[in-house]
């Protein structure tokens, strides 16, 4: 059975041998359900029998999981390693990701390990249109959106909760993996099912009106930056393949895009309501 869900006005499948299992265990798909379309980004299979296969060109571990990426003439295999269960999973995906695999069973879903697996599937699949994924934190305040960028562990969650202790009318957008779009001369940025420990999963679109790196500091200040600084600032936070030229380049001219209609900033900041309130006063002005 073929189930659809629309993010970021993409639309993407899943075929499940056991959709009452799929929608129990996911429930962070659920905002995001939609009717059959035609116009799929890509489809994800579960249930599919597939082997390792390809040479190994990159590898990285989290806290939690490992991946490897291997690549051969007919696209990618993906593995994935959870450091602390000892469970595995695969996926193979053609060159540019609209058509997935998974040997994941239907009857036995780890969240996790899917949850991976459609970020990687739809980030690379949509990164050629104008659609990024962003490692971020977003407030929204008086129909706007303002993304917080930084290195993991950096405070981007942190800052947004003193945005929602003490911007009255700030509100959470999403908390870990939101969506921004470029459509003809405007930049959206959109929920997402993916929002981390905020589990935050909203079908929701706004202007993006600011960007912030943060940067832990014992005291608090911010500056605008443009240029190769706002870049800077925000390649190290989207979601990519770098050793693909067409698909980097596809990204670095959606940022170029983006650091030239949107403000830029840099906040070296404390963990406290005067960094909040300087965000604010700069941003929202």
């Not at 695999?101 to 949850?115: P, V």
């Not at 459609?118 to 305040?141: D, R, Y």
């Not at 832990?216 to 706002?230: C, H, L, M, V």
């Not at 940022?255 to 404390?270: D, H, M, Q, R």
């Amino acid at each position: 059975m073929n189930l659809y869900y629309r993010v970021a006005e993409h639309i993407f499948t899943i075929s499940t041998a056991n959709p009452i299992m799929l929608a129990a265990r996911m429930e962070n798909l659920k905002p995001f359900e939609s009717i059959k379309s035609d116009k799929i980004i890509f489809s994800l299979f579960l249930d599919a029998s597939i082997e390792e296969q390809g040479k190994e060109v990159h590898n990285y571990d989290t806290d939690v999981l490992s991946y490897r990426f291997k690549k051969n003439d007919n696209g990618y295999c993906i593995l994935f390693n959870n450091r602390y269960y000892q469970k595995n999973c695969m996926m193979v995906s053609n060159a540019d990701f609209t058509e997935i695999k998974t040997n994941m069973s239907s009857d036995d879903i780890d969240n996790m390990f899917l949850n991976n697996i459609l970020m990687f599937a739809f980030s690379f699949s949509t990164i050629k249109t104008g659609t990024l994924m962003i490692h971020s934190s977003v407030a929204v305040f008086d129909n706007k959106a303002y993304a917080f960028l930084g290195k993991s562990g950096t405070g981007k969650s942190t800052h947004l909760g003193l945005w929602l202790k003490y911007i009255q009318g700030a509100t959470l957008l999403n908390d870990d993996n939101p969506i921004i779009r470029i459509q003809d001369s405007n930049i959206y940025i959109y929920g997402s099912p993916w929002s981390g420990k905020g589990a935050v999963y909203l079908q929701e679109k706004y202007v993006l009106s600011g960007v912030t790196r943060l940067k832990q500091a014992p005291y608090n200040k911010i500056e605008s930056i443009s240029g190769a600084k706002a870049f800077a600032a925000m390649l190290p936070s989207c979601s990519k393949i770098q050793w693909e030229h067409d698909s980097f380049n596809s990204l670095c001219l959606s940022i170029n895009k983006i650091i030239k209609s949107v403000p830029i900033y840099c906040l070296e900041c404390l963990p406290n309501e005067a960094a909040a309130r300087l965000s604010y006063q700069t941003l929202v002005k």
